[in-house]
């Protein structure tokens, strides 16, 4: 009898991925309720395990697989994302199963043998349309280049109605529950969102062209099973529309006011700036840098349609944390956002200068040229702190009325 046990999905399908309870950093995304990363085995009559998981989590995996069946009786391994979460463990995993065949897209061929260093004929490449015969049932391809990685596909088995998404409609939470209606929808719609920003953001156009093949194609779908977080029972339509909605980005009444502080001034022009939107109707977050880790202030930024940063003048240049913050942030690419800048100075004050460059290198539209203050403000000072928030505000009933 082993620790980890197989989870029944279906009478024909077990989750056998692996649960990470210590995980708090996925390659710089804070992940503050660890994560999964899902594996699939198909008991058809050729066994296939759909991905498999990071490296360190391979005896546990494999203690799950033999928990329902022999592993070296897997004759197929499909790897649907080749990122590094799901194909750690791969080549052990072939070592141990020594499965007749291995599958990935055709960049998914290329991505693994240039992580292992493998024969090109190793891996078999199948491609969007494709489909292969697992004795009984069949697994269909469907390639979704760029969500997020150049090699990512889907894997679809009509019997059973079940989709493999890899990456696509998954979180980092880990949990003993297998199934999203066996967990609050509020935790769900957080860590769901705090994964689209950090990973989907940059590619929403791409996300819209999924949402609408997916529909085109009509695939019924009982369970949508990522390959993190818990595998979509009840939420499959909701997941859907949260992933459509965040990938449109439209305008929505909430700001973000990003900053950092030496001496404290910045501090205060970040909550007179707060007020300013606030008083124009505009939900607003206030994100000190030293109390909010970047991937949750992206995850603040994908849903609002203002950002105003703060930074004081440091040696001629930006605060380094807002520097790394706005890098982070640029990378992402948030789409249709209004925004300004503001920050205290001693003498040169480049800050704000420096700022309004990177916001329109971000394409964000500015309101105004900025706001300096000298040293510490004054009470004339974080009124205009105050203004500059709500002309923010302003200009941004005025985008969300356009809107309407
Ligand atoms: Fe979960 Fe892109 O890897």
Not at 83 to 112: F, N, Q, W, Y
Not at 205 to 229: Q, W
Not at 265 to 277: H, I, Y
Not at 346 to 367: D, H, Q
């Amino acid at each position: 009898m082993s620790v980890f046990q197989a989870v029944r999905l279906t009478d024909r399908v077990y989750w056998v991925g692996a649960i990470d309870w210590a995980l708090r950093d996925f390659h710089g995304y804070s992940t503050s309720r660890g994560s999964t990363y899902n594996a699939y085995l198909i008991m058809s009559d050729r066994i296939t395990l759909v991905d498999t998981v990071k490296r360190p989590f391979f005896d546990e995996m494999m203690q799950r697989i033999s928990s329902v069946a022999d592993p070296s009786d897997i004759d197929i391994i499909v790897s649907n994302h080749s990122e590094m979460d799901h194909s750690g463990s791969l080549p052990e995993t072939v070592r141990a199963v020594g499965p007749s065949r291995v599958i990935a897209s055709p960049m998914g061929c290329k991505a693994l043998s240039a992580h292992f260093h493998w024969e090109a004929d190793t891996v078999e490449a199948m491609g969007t349309g494709d489909s292969i015969d697992l004795g009984g049932m069949n697994l269909r391809f469907i390639e979704t280049r760029m969500l997020h990685w150049p090699d990512s596909m889907v894997s679809y088995l009509p019997e059973g109605k079940l989709l493999f998404s890899q990456d696509g409609f998954g979180m980092h939470l880990a949990s003993t529950e297998r199934f999203d209606d066996q967990l609050p929808r509020d935790l769900l719609e957080a860590e769901a969102r705090k994964y689209y920003a950090n990973i989907l953001m940059p590619y929403s156009p791409l996300v819209r062209g999924l949402i609408a093949n997916l529909k085109k194609m009509d695939l019924d779908i009982d369970l949508l099973c990522p390959d993190h977080g818990p595998v979509w029972r009840s939420g499959i339509q909701w997941i859907m529309e949260k992933w459509a909605y965040w990938a449109e980005g439209r305008p929505a009444p909430r700001a973000v006011v990003i900053y950092d502080t030496m001496w404290g001034s910045t501090r205060s022009m970040a909550e007179a700036v707060a007020e300013g939107l606030a008083g124009e109707g505009v939900s607003t977050r206030v994100l000190p840098l030293r109390a909010t880790h970047i991937s949750d202030i992206a995850s603040e930024v994908l849903e609002s349609s203002a950002i105003v940063v703060g930074s004081p003048t440091v040696n001629g240049r930006i605060f380094p944390s807002v520097a790394e913050c706005m890098n982070y942030l640029g990378g992402l690419r948030p789409a249709g956002m209004i925004g300004a800048a503001f920050g205290s100075y001693g003498w040169s004050g480049e800050a704000v200068k420096e700022l309004n460059g990177l916001l329109e290198g971000m394409k964000v539209r500015l309101v105004g040229d900025g706001l300096r203050t000298l040293y510490v403000p004054d009470g004339a000072a974080l009124m205009e702190a105050v203004e500059l928030g709500g002309s923010v505000g302003r200009e941004l009933n005025g985008m969300l009325k356009g809107e309407g």
